[in-house]
């Protein structure tokens, strides 16, 4: 195995088991914990910073040893998911690090740190994903976890909460039909395949397809005509995670 191989397996582990690690610690010590949320944090980007050499004119693609249901699972790292792991891993750190000063009187630590690192691992897991099952479920992930910290400071921020997850789960429903048709059709959700098999598709399932993920992506990124859970969640949403 290559070594760039090796740092894109690394990636999720560091990245989400650093999470757990963190939160553990803030139950023995909160100078540790909050050691170790700047340390995952900051080893995130020193890895995907060692991976730029080798998207520069290629794709690492590497097989998970699982599968779901008789698909396999891929992590496919090329020079764009490359850009948008770094972007988001350099704003992870950012916010930790401000974190440290400005959430300091505020109660539930332990619990802040874990869901700030473990929505930048699914943020990482949904750019490297290779397939679509995977994407799926750190996409999912990612939607639960916004709505672990949206709701943190309970009273108006749970309802909040509740109408961004909601307005997600709408989205993720979308998504899941999107999924299910593509392998029925063409019996694979490696991304890569996907794209070579949806260029001799009908205009009539192109279209369908757009539709669909359309509805996902407007509502998590808060587009009209679906943007009315994004007030509210970043008003009651404690400030480094908006």
């Known amino acids: 195995m290559s070594l760039g191989l090796l740092l894109l397996d690394s990636l999720l582990p560091v990245a989400f088991g650093g999470a757990f690690l963190t939160y553990f610690a803030g139950k023995v010590c909160a100078r540790l914990r909050n050691f170790l949320a700047v340390l995952t944090s900051s080893l995130l980007i020193v890895i995907i910073a060692y991976l730029y050499p080798y998207v520069g004119g290629e794709v690492l693609q590497q097989p998970l040893s699982i599968s779901f249901i008789g698909v396999p699972l891929v992590l496919r790292l090329n020079m764009l998911s490359w850009f948008f792991a770094v972007t988001i891993a350099g704003i992870g750190a950012l916010s930790i690090i401000y974190s440290l000063q400005y959430m300091k009187a505020v109660q539930r630590l332990d619990y802040y740190y874990f869901s700030m690192l473990f929505v930048t691992a699914a943020m990482l897991g949904a750019v490297v994903a290779g397939d679509l099952i995977s ?38 429903v979308a998504m899941l039909v999107v ?9 694979t959700l490696e991304i890569e395949a996907l794209s070579a098999c949806m260029g001799a598709a009908s205009l009539g399932y192109v279209v369908f397809i757009t ?10 990124n808060a587009l009209w005509p679906v943007h009315s859970w994004l007030p509210d969640a970043h008003a ?3 400030s480094p995670f908006s």
């Open 211 to 220: 539709l669909m993920l359309s509805v996902t992506f407007l509502i998590i």
């Open 179 to 187: 999924i299910v048709s593509l392998y029925v059709t063409y019996g």
């Open 135 to 172: 994407f799926y479920v750190f996409w999912e992930i990612v939607s639960w976890s916004t709505y672990l910290l949206i709701s943190l400071k309970g009273g108006k921020a749970v309802a909040a909460g509740l109408k961004y997850i909601i307005m997600s789960l709408i989205g993720s």
């Open 236 to 238: 009651e949403s404690v």
